[in-house]
């Protein structure tokens, strides 16, 4: 992986990576675990760049392609000025080679809205995939969506997702370090059920004798999120990380999600060795 500053107010990215390890993974194998859609491709290259980052009005542009499998490109737009953060989010995503994942053609797009004053911020995002397939990506957290969140991605065939957030800062209380964050995401119009057949989202079921899509048609679900998060200030402990998070996802069967709710508690501790 190649990373330069050269340039000034741009970011130049580049990488070849031959091997992945997920998240509930100890090793690294050749084989990569996607969004329903699993591959031992030979590996992924990418190439990208964050542009104009030290100005309020900012972006990013990157292409990558993972062997045999799909092209994806990706495009960010951005504006921060005066406590209101604009946000615009664009994926573009097709089979290549030999298609190991089946047939993809896909477009992902989220626009979001920050708007903070005082302790207070408030936000609202949009999310759109386009496509009789979902929105494919390697791994459990690397892609750049507005309702891309704690447990749901929101990324299923034809899917429209809506986000409305709130931040506190409690410092405001007289708790500096303290934040707390609730989130509502609601996606609809889910239709899996024209994903070519054979490809990873529409497989054939032996026992059933029949192509078996893996989302149906109608599919909708929710996530609500809420996080209380504590930075101890000062001290023996300082820069001692805690948080609580409360995560509850419904669904119905098209969707083909899980009803859950979990709680989960983060601890993080820097060590500080000095300059090594």
Do not use: C
Request: hydrophobic letters at 35%; charged letters at 15%.
């Amino acid at each position: 992986m190649l990373n330069s500053h050269e340039i000034d107010g741009m970011n130049l990215v580049a990488g070849h990576f031959t091997a992945f390890k997920n998240q509930d993974s100890s090793s690294g194998k050749g084989n990569f675990y996607g969004y329903g859609a699993n591959t031992e491709a030979g590996g992924i290259t990418f190439l990208g760049t964050d542009l104009f980052t030290q100005s309020p009005v900012g972006g990013a542009l990157y292409a990558s392609e993972l062997g045999d499998s799909w092209h994806q490109y990706y495009a960010n737009l951005h504006l921060k000025q005066s406590g209101v953060l604009l946000d615009a989010n664009l994926y573009r995503t097709q089979d290549t080679g030999k298609a190991l994942a089946g047939a993809i053609d896909t477009t992902a797009f989220s626009l979001s809205g920050k708007y903070t004053v005082d302790a207070h911020a408030f936000t609202l995002a949009y999310q759109k995939i386009n496509g009789d397939t979902p929105f494919v990506f390697v791994g459990g957290d690397s892609i750049y969506l507005a309702n891309s969140i704690k447990y749901a991605d929101f990324n299923g065939a034809h899917e429209r997702s809506w986000q409305a957030r709130y931040d506190l800062d409690l410092s405001i209380f007289g708790i500096p370090g303290l934040t707390f964050m609730t989130r509502y995401v609601m996606g609809s119009q889910i239709d899996g059920t024209h994903a070519p057949k054979g490809g990873a989202y529409n497989p054939f079921d032996e026992s059933a004798g029949e192509y078996v899509p893996e989302q149906g048609d109608g599919g909708r679900h929710w996530e609500r999120d809420i996080d209380l998060h504590y930075i101890v200030q000062s001290g023996a402990a300082k820069g001692l990380s805690l948080q609580l998070s409360h995560v509850s996802h419904r669904a119905n069967t098209a969707q083909a999600g899980d009803d859950i709710d979990r709680v989960y508690v983060v601890v993080q501790y820097p060590l500080n060795f000095g300059h090594l």
